[in-house]
């Protein structure tokens, strides 16, 4: 069973750019989430979908990120403008549902570095 | 606002030994706990997964919940240099999962 799949793996901006980042969760779940993680830190929930429904969106800065799940499967997050704060891991996982019990499966990563 | 704490390190082991991971939550209705492996570079591994008081074995690795105390722990029997990473703890009081800050586990050789 392939399992979560991210591009790109590295990137590198500027301050003021916007990025793009893809996930493609495991097949048949429906929950996705994105979630960034600081270096030292853990992983912050940033929005969680359930097929193409938004569940939680509470702390995304939704002045500048967002993000869409058109068709309940693949995913992309965008950050425009991004700002120096905004460098970090950005990992996308998936469930099959949300909710108790269910196990979250993360993808690679992107490590996004703004200068 | 729901927390759960673990200790940085890092906590050093020697290679055979036992190491043992700590991990204490806020929500009280939390009924779900996970254990994540992260390699330095590397994203998250969901390693153990339990729901009920007592302990979980899978392998080398024990998880324990006491719900009363609102903790859970992670063993580690005969650690091996493979197991320096980071561990995270994960609890889900309600449809979302609250990560902890990790611990930093060195195996000695």
């Known amino acids: 069973e392939a399992g979560v799949a991210q591009s790109p793996r590295y990137k590198i901006i500027e301050k003021r750019q916007s990025v793009a980042f893809w996930c493609n969760p495991i097949?048949?779940?429906?929950?996705l989430y994105w979630y960034q993680q600081i270096l030292g830190q853990g992983p912050k929930l940033l929005i969680q979908f359930q097929n193409n429904g938004v569940v939680d969106d509470s702390q995304l800065p939704k002045d500048r990120f967002s993000a869409e799940r058109l068709k309940g499967v693949d995913s992309t997050l965008k950050i425009q403008p991004a700002k120096l704060e905004d460098s970090a891991v950005y990992l996308c996982a998936s469930s099959l549902a949300f909710g108790q019990g269910y196990e979250q499966y993360f993808g690679p990563g992107t490590r996004l570095t703004v200068t | 606002q729901k927390e759960v704490e673990q200790n940085s390190g890092p906590l050093s082991v020697p290679e055979g030994a036992i190491a043992s991971l700590n991990c204490t939550y806020s929500d009280r209705g939390s009924q779900s706990f996970f254990w994540y492996r992260q390699y330095s570079g590397k994203s998250p591994e969901l390693i153990m997964s339990i729901y009920s008081n007592g302990d979980k074995e899978d392998g080398r690795f024990t998880a324990q919940l006491n719900k009363a105390s609102q903790y859970v722990s992670l063993l580690i029997r005969d650690s091996q240099p493979s197991d320096s990473a980071t561990y995270l703890c994960a609890v889900n009081p309600d449809d979302k999962i609250i990560f902890g800050k990790g611990t930093r586990l060195h195996i000695l050789p």
């Open positions: 097949s048949g779940h429906a929950t």
